[in-house]
């Protein structure tokens, strides 16, 4: 196991970081069940999926130890239809041989905090009822429970149940969003 005392930094992704993260996602479709895609991602694929994000103005931050990736997490769009424009569903993976070492609980607060600098006022984690760190990270960095989808995925043979937790970010919903001025304009005006 790696070193627990090495200094993990946390950056924005870059393209060039793209095959690590092709890495680390891999080994999650493969073995784990957040990820519900079944077969690897094609690096074109992520390389679009990362610009998305990008374009958005949304976050895609990587953590690194020694200028090795050893982790990713990211914000989309919670859903496509505008209403939901200010809510966000966000992943986060960390590379096999670095679990345990505290990488999950640095990016998750970095990349809440770069949200909250964006116009994103919620924000949304699906995780699978199984995974017990993943829930108790979020928990500790105040998400709260949502709902649970039960024996909406087929993975590894078994039905699995998907916990949605939620979080508040900034001035969440007791404030107007900064691109809706609100009130109505008068007539002259």
Not at 13 to 26: C, F, N
Not at 89 to 99: A, L, M, T
Request: hydrophobic letters at 40%; a positive charge.
């Amino acid at each position: 196991m790696p070193d627990s005392s090495a200094v993990i930094v946390i950056r924005s992704s870059t393209e060039a970081d793209v095959p690590a993260m092709l890495e680390i996602y891999g080994y999650h479709i493969q073995n784990g069940l957040g990820p519900f895609d079944i077969e690897p991602l094609h690096p074109d694929e992520l390389k679009r999926r990362r610009k998305a994000m990008l374009k958005r103005r949304l976050p895609h931050l990587v953590a690194e130890i020694d200028g090795t990736v050893v982790g990713y997490a990211y914000a989309a769009p919670f859903r496509k239809r505008p209403a939901y424009r200010y809510t966000v569903e966000h992943s986060i993976y960390v590379h096999k041989d670095f679990r345990g070492m505290g990488i999950g609980r640095r990016l998750l607060p970095a990349l809440i905090e770069a949200l909250e600098k964006t116009n994103s006022r919620q924000m949304i984690a699906v995780v699978d009822s199984a995974n017990a760190p993943s829930r108790r990270l979020h928990e500790a960095c105040g998400f709260v429970e949502a709902g649970v989808l039960r024996s909406v995925g087929f993975k590894f043979g078994r039905w699995t149940d998907s916990v949605f937790l939620q979080r508040a970010l900034g001035a969440a919903d007791w404030q107007l969003p900064d691109d809706h001025l609100g009130g109505t304009v008068q007539a002259g005006e």
